[in-house]
């Protein structure tokens, strides 16, 4: 079927029309040259760009986020307490699911206690995620569920749950939720992004952060019912087969080399500024991330790592240098492994990284939370090494492939708002240009999972047909100034993904 977009501005000329036929983009021009269609789409005065992808994303736990329990924002321990409390009373006696909460940003400066917690969930078994998800407050009734993790590396007996305890304890947690609390939640995850003009999501699976059934349950979603393409990743050290089995895009999806900042478990070369007994934590040995790599450019997969602090990093780029050195650079190259945060690199790993093609998956409203004086990375780091995190303009200049994401639902999902925050980066010399931002928030998506079919995520004859209209008067570049000085992000009237309507404007 050929569906025009009638009326929309290419840059900036206005009057313009797109025409798609099937999953492509059959022919662009003026209206008063448009060729005849079974559908026509009246956009008259939107602005017409490519579709965006969001490179990694959690779907069932930002639904559930989304449909439950969200603590992100909350000012004061108090003000946490109460909306745990209002959700408990709206829904009583069912498990509680929730994320958000940052005590770095409370007067307080500390967690719930388990007594504190108790009383807020009415007794409920709840896990509350820290806004990061490596670390969980746990009520007494969830941790009844899972006596197993009284026994773990990181277990408090306060009810905060860090490293070994946590992933034993968040997987306990994740056998309680519903077969239909699942799909509820993946289906909003969906909804809400193709509302955001996003074509396809990046869902980071793993063993420790979803499970298997749950990335099974999105893939058939994905299949059976329209929104943004799930492109999905299984985090497991050693387990590739199952991309050919799932019809994956990589072994890549949450594999953790090592924790984050807030929680104290990112592994770091010098201790923490806040917390001086402590580095972090490497959560795999030299010879198991060289493993990984080893087995999946033997089979020409795609493997990629979760590595934050910059002591992961460098170990996941002696990885890289010990398998080049076996298969040869191009070997490496053309798997274009993953690195999921990457925030804390050092020059020698940039370095290593930019030679064998590795692809940057970051997210850049990490640095708009956390980044800046006063604030959590330098409270945690000090100030010299906050200022060199999500060093993006270092990694444009080396030639590394960047795909920007939102990690939701540790961030919201929000494009718009990953672009404005590479953009205004609180590191001037770690901004990416408008032009840069945009390219790694579309394309870059596209090419960190593998598709490199010619014009992809651009609007081009031939391109595959993944675009969305938005009502604004502005260009891009002046939108994003905007959004940098706190504006709301316009409204998106039309999102196609490979030539199918998923949100917005019905044909006429």
């Keep these: 079927m050929k569906t025009l977009?009638?009326?929309?501005?290419?840059?900036?000329?206005?009057?313009?029309?797109?025409?798609?036929?099937?999953?492509?983009?059959?022919?662009?021009?003026p209206m008063r040259q448009a060729p005849s269609a079974e559908r026509v789409i009246e956009l008259s005065g939107c602005l017409l760009l490519p579709a965006f992808v969001d490179a990694h994303v959690h779907a069932t736990a930002t639904g559930l986020s989304l449909a439950g329990l969200d603590l992100h924002g909350t000012s004061s321990l108090p003000a946490a307490l109460d909306r745990i409390a209002a959700h408990a009373d709206a829904h009583p006696g069912q498990p509680i699911f929730g994320t958000g909460w940052d005590e770095t940003t409370w007067p307080e400066r500390r967690v719930p206690t388990l007594d504190e917690l108790d009383r807020a969930t009415r007794g409920a078994p709840a896990y509350l995620a820290r806004v990061d998800v490596h670390s969980a407050i746990v009520s007494t009734a969830m941790?009844?569920?899972?006596?197993?993790?009284?026994?773990?590396?990181?277990?408090?007996?306060?009810?905060?749950?860090?490293?070994?305890?946590?992933?034993?304890?968040?997987?306990?947690?994740?056998?309680?939720?519903?077969?239909?609390?699942?799909?509820v939640a993946q289906r909003a995850t969906r909804s809400r992004a193709a509302e955001l003009g996003i074509a396809a999501i990046h869902e980071m699976a793993g063993p420790d952060i979803s499970g298997l059934a749950d990335l099974e349950s999105l893939l058939h979603l994905d299949r059976e019912e329209v929104g943004p393409q799930v492109l999905g990743y299984w985090g497991e050290l050693g387990e590739t087969d199952i991309v050919a089995e799932l019809g994956l895009a990589g072994a890549a999806g949450d594999l953790f080399c090592?924790?984050?900042?807030?929680?104290?478990?990112?592994?770091?070369?010098?201790?923490?500024?806040?917390?001086?007994?402590?580095?972090?934590?490497?959560?795999?040995?030299?010879?198991?991330?060289?493993?990984?790599?080893?087995?999946?450019?033997?089979?020409?997969?795609?493997?990629?790592?979760?590595?934050?602090?910059?002591?992961?990093i460098d170990q996941v780029a002696r990885g890289f240098e010990v398998v080049a050195a076996e298969f040869g650079d191009h070997a490496v190259r053309a798997c274009r492994h993953r690195l999921e945060h990457v925030e804390m690199p050092s020059p020698t790993a940039l370095s290593t990284f930019a030679r064998l093609g590795a692809v940057g998956s970051?997210?850049?409203?990490?640095?708009?939370?956390?980044?800046?004086?006063?604030?959590?990375?330098?409270?945690?780091?000090?100030?010299?090494r906050a200022e060199g995190l999500n060093p993006f303009a270092e990694y444009a200049s080396c030639?590394?492939?960047?795909?920007?994401?939102?990690?939701?639902?540790?961030?919201?999902?929000?494009?718009?708002?990953?672009?404005?925050?590479?953009?205004?980066?609180?590191?001037?010399?770690?901004?990416?240009?408008?032009?840069?931002?945009?390219?790694?928030?579309?394309?870059?998506?596209?090419?960190?999972?593998?598709d490199v079919r010619p014009n992809v995520g651009t609007i081009a004859v031939g391109a595959p047909a993944h675009l969305a209209a938005w009502a604004f008067e502005d260009t891009v570049a002046d939108l994003v100034v905007t959004l940098i000085q706190g504006a709301p992000v316009p409204e998106c009237a039309l999102t196609l993904s490979e030539g199918e309507i998923i949100h917005g404007a019905q044909p006429r």
């Design 258 to 312: 090592d924790g984050a900042f807030g929680s104290h478990t990112a592994a770091l070369h010098r201790p923490y500024l806040d917390a001086p007994a402590t580095s972090g934590v490497l959560y795999f040995t030299d010879e198991q991330v060289t493993g990984h790599l080893h087995q999946a450019t033997a089979s020409g997969v795609q493997a990629g790592f979760h590595c934050i602090g910059d002591a992961a």
């Design 362 to 384: 970051v997210q850049p409203a990490f640095d708009a939370a956390w980044g800046g004086l006063g604030r959590m990375y330098e409270t945690r780091l000090g100030t010299s």
């Design 143 to 183: 941790l009844a569920r899972c006596p197993d993790a009284r026994i773990c590396n990181g277990f408090d007996p306060n009810g905060h749950l860090r490293l070994e305890a946590h992933h034993v304890l968040r997987r306990a947690a994740q056998a309680v939720i519903t077969v239909e609390q699942r799909l």
């Design 399 to 450: 030639g590394i492939t960047l795909a920007l994401g939102s990690d939701a639902p540790v961030t919201p999902i929000d494009p718009w708002g990953g672009v404005a925050a590479a953009v205004g980066h609180r590191t001037v010399a770690s901004r990416l240009t408008v032009d840069q931002a945009m390219a790694a928030a579309t394309v870059g998506g596209w090419e960190a999972a593998g």
């Design 5 to 29: 977009l009638a009326g929309v501005r290419l840059g900036t000329r206005p009057g313009q029309g797109v025409l798609v036929e099937g999953q492509q983009i059959a022919w662009t021009g």
